[in-house]
């Protein structure tokens, strides 16, 4: 991964002529983004009927469905230090990631199999875990073949075809439940197969070595590579970057549950549920790019702060009195912006700051931080709406990150951070 930061420094000294907003984003981003484009397929379209099942099908309480919903968010934070270490050790980010999505794949498949909480509890388990190895070499590989000047917009592009995957997968298990009301192995059948296509289009596109080829055909030296070492994660940069992403994960909440607050105050026929997600994901897929490119050129922080404005106004919005459709809409729209502003957002911040040869694991740190803070975020909120019903636990979560906000936007502004590098 040295390597190619190495590369893209001389490149970047070139008078190529073109400004930032001409630079052509990496095939292997665009290759990657595939990979993730088939992966969410599968792993949304089971997450978009995953609320119905275990409250509808399977019986269960929110406790249970926040404890679920926590694994799905945070279980991942176990293993996502490791894959990056891993990665930045090995200099094998391909196949740390390869790894990842072929444990997941295999998950899906189990789920076929699965029928009961305990063996839900294990699918989600180990393909989350399969994410957590997966996610910080993959966005290793995306930051090394991309030129520092517009990583924004490569992270945009990628989340952009993550979230084609993302609106796709619930829009076909809407599909599938509108032909197959009870046709819930259907849809995992379908998640297994895009998986372990995903793991196909991995081990066959993207090559092993990023930015090595071109290197090799110009007849340079290979630089060495500088140790990586674990207190360089303590950085004051990239320790900023934790605790502000940490602070706002234990903020946020699940989009299942805002669904079904949604759905609680509409009532609206459960055929319908998964067309949420697909509302969620279509405005990531529109915002994702624009938004990367507005963090490229007028700082990484503040998009990323913003962002969560947009995630209150969610909370505010599903909260409101007057339900119906302009309601749900606008609450959609709110969470699609919250994500296009912050996933891609993150990734380019903490890669930014991450330590050199140890861009892994700086990515990993933040999301492991993320992850934690999200499992925590999950199960306190399913205790609260058990104890005290939806409103209270939403509105509690909404003072939380109004308080938040401004409070992040000052820690990451800290010492005039420079805009071009975080």
């Not at 393909?127 to 995306?142: E, F, N, Q, S, V």
Request: glycine share 12%; proline share 5%; net charge positive.
């Amino acid at each position: 991964m040295y390597i190619s930061f190495a590369d893209r420094a001389s490149m970047k000294d070139e008078p190529s002529g073109r400004g930032p907003g001409a630079r052509a984003v990496s095939s292997v981003v665009v290759s990657l983004g595939v990979v993730s484009l088939l992966t969410d397929i599968s792993s949304e379209s089971v997450a978009a009927i995953l609320p119905l099942y275990l409250t509808g099908v399977l019986g269960l309480t929110t406790i249970a469905y926040g404890f679920i919903d926590g694994i799905y968010q945070g279980i991942s934070a176990i293993v996502r230090i490791g894959g990056g270490w891993l990665s930045d050790r090995t200099d094998r980010p391909k196949w740390v990631a390869f790894a990842g999505y072929g444990i997941s794949a295999l998950a899906r498949v189990w789920l076929l199999f699965a029928s009961g909480f305990a063996s839900v509890v294990g699918v989600v388990t180990v393909d989350r875990l399969g994410k957590g190895i997966r996610t910080a070499p993959r966005d290793a590989m995306i930051t090394a073949a991309s030129d520092p000047a517009i990583l924004g917009r490569s992270f945009g592009v990628h989340r952009m075809l993550d979230t084609i995957g993302a609106a796709v997968g619930p829009l076909l298990a809407f599909l599938i439940l509108l032909l197959i009301p009870t046709g819930f192995s259907t849809v995992f059948a379908l998640s297994a197969a895009c998986a372990l296509l995903g793991v196909l289009v991995l081990g066959v596109l993207v090559p092993g070595r990023i930015g090595r080829p071109a290197m090799a055909a110009a007849g340079g030296d290979e630089p060495a590579r500088p140790p990586f070492r674990w207190r360089s994660l303590a950085d004051p940069r990239l320790r900023r970057v934790l605790i502000v992403a940490g602070v706002f994960g234990l903020c946020t909440v699940g989009d299942g549950f805002i669904y079904l607050v949604l759905q609680s105050n509409t009532d609206f026929a459960a055929a319908w549920f998964p067309l949420l997600y697909v509302g969620t994901n279509a405005v990531f897929l529109a915002l994702a790019v624009p938004l990367g490119r507005l963090a490229d050129r007028f700082g990484r922080p503040r998009i990323f702060v913003l962002g969560h404005v947009a995630l209150l106004f969610s909370y505010l919005c599903a909260l409101a009195p007057i339900a119906g459709v302009p309601q749900t809409l606008a609450c959609l729209v709110l969470l699609g912006t919250f994500y296009a502003a912050t996933d891609g957002v993150l990734a380019a911040l903490a890669a930014g700051v991450a330590p050199a040869g140890g861009t892994a694991s700086g990515l990993a740190a933040a999301q492991t931080v993320v992850a934690l803070a999200r499992f925590v975020a999950s199960t306190v909120f399913g205790v609260l709406w058990f104890a005290f019903g939806p409103v209270v636990a939403l509105a509690g979560f909404s003072i939380a990150i109004a308080i938040a906000i401004p409070t992040g936007l000052v820690v990451l502004r800290t010492r005039a951070t420079d805009r071009a590098t975080i």
